[in-house]
């Protein structure tokens, strides 16, 4: 088992900044790739960021590209979302989630956390 535990987000002026931290517990933390997700109100969970488990990061969802910046310490069992020149349409509830490197599928998820940003 793996467990994730999101933190910092909250409300936001339209241009502003969040850096968002899911901190993960329970087995090899650098065995797993690990992915940011979001999921607004009334739209279906999208992907946002992946860093793979040796660092490499994935393609960002375009809708993001340029402005997010996903990063991972393994030392910290920790995984990041930088996030920057922020758009009301960024407001969502953010999910980190893991996945075993040698697998497809997220396997865990976290509680997520708000972010809303205002126009």
């Known amino acids: 088992q793996v467990q994730l535990v999101e933190s910092g987000g909250g409300l936001v002026q339209a241009g502003g900044s969040l850096r968002l931290s899911c901190a993960a517990s329970?087995?090899?933390?650098?065995?797993?790739?690990m992915g940011w997700f979001r999921q607004a109100p009334g739209k279906e969970r999208e992907f946002v960021a992946r860093?793979?488990?040796?660092?490499?990061?994935?393609p960002y969802a375009d809708s993001v590209k340029g402005r997010f910046t996903i990063s991972r310490d393994n030392a910290k069992n920790t995984v990041l979302l930088q996030m920057n020149s922020l758009k009301p349409e960024d407001t969502a509830v953010y999910y980190c989630?893991?996945?075993?490197?040698?697998?497809?599928?997220?396997?865990?998820w976290g509680q997520g956390t708000q972010v809303t940003v205002s126009s």
């Open positions: 860093v793979n488990w040796k660092g490499g990061v994935a």
């Open positions: 989630a893991a996945r075993d490197f040698r697998t497809t599928s997220y396997e865990y």
């Open positions: 329970g087995r090899t933390f650098s065995d797993y790739d």
